[in-house]
C-alpha cells in the first residue's frame, strides 16, 4: 500500500520561506516523476512544481525561480521549498507521485501566507 506524508506547513509572513516533506512508503521515490500540487481556498488543485525523468522539471509561471523541487532518496522522501513567499501562495499543497499511469497523493498540508 502507497502512503505520502506531508510535513512542514504553516504560517510564513509575505517574503519569508517554508519547505515541505513528503515522505513514501510503499513506493520507491527514486523510480518514479513527482509532484507538488496546491488548491487555493475556491479555486481547483493546480500544478505547483513536477519532475519526470522524460520532461525534466516544470513550474508554474507564478513559482518560477522562487520554488525549488528536489529529492533525497536515501529518505524516499520529496521536498518543495519556497522562497519569498506572497499571499497568493496560500492553499493547501499536495504531492504527488506518478508511476505507470497511476498516481498517489499525499494528505495535504496548509501553507499560510500573511502578515
Known amino acids: 500500500q502507497v502512503q505520502l506524508v506531508e510535513s512542514g506547513g504553516g504560517l510564513v509572513q509575505p517574503g519569508g520561506s517554508l519547505r515541505l516533506s513528503c515522505t513514501g512508503s510503499g513506493i520507491i521515490i527514486s523510480n518514479v516523476d513527482i509532484g507538488w500540487y496546491r488548491q487555493a481556498p475556491g479555486k481547483r488543485r493546480e500544478l505547483v512544481t513536477a519532475?519526470?525523468?522524460?520532461?525534466?522539471?516544470k513550474f508554474a509561471d507564478s513559482v518560477e525561480r522562487r520554488f525549488t523541487i528536489s529529492r533525497d532518496n536515501a529518505k524516499n522522501s520529496v521536498y518543495l521549498k519556497m522562497d519569498n513567499q506572497k499571499p497568493k501562495d496560500t492553499g493547501v499543497y499536495y504531492c504527488d507521485v506518478h508511476f505507470e499511469l497511476n498516481d498517489w497523493w499525499g494528505e495535504g498540508a496548509q501553507v499560510t501566507v500573511a502578515s
Open positions: 519532475f519526470s525523468g522524460d520532461e525534466g522539471t
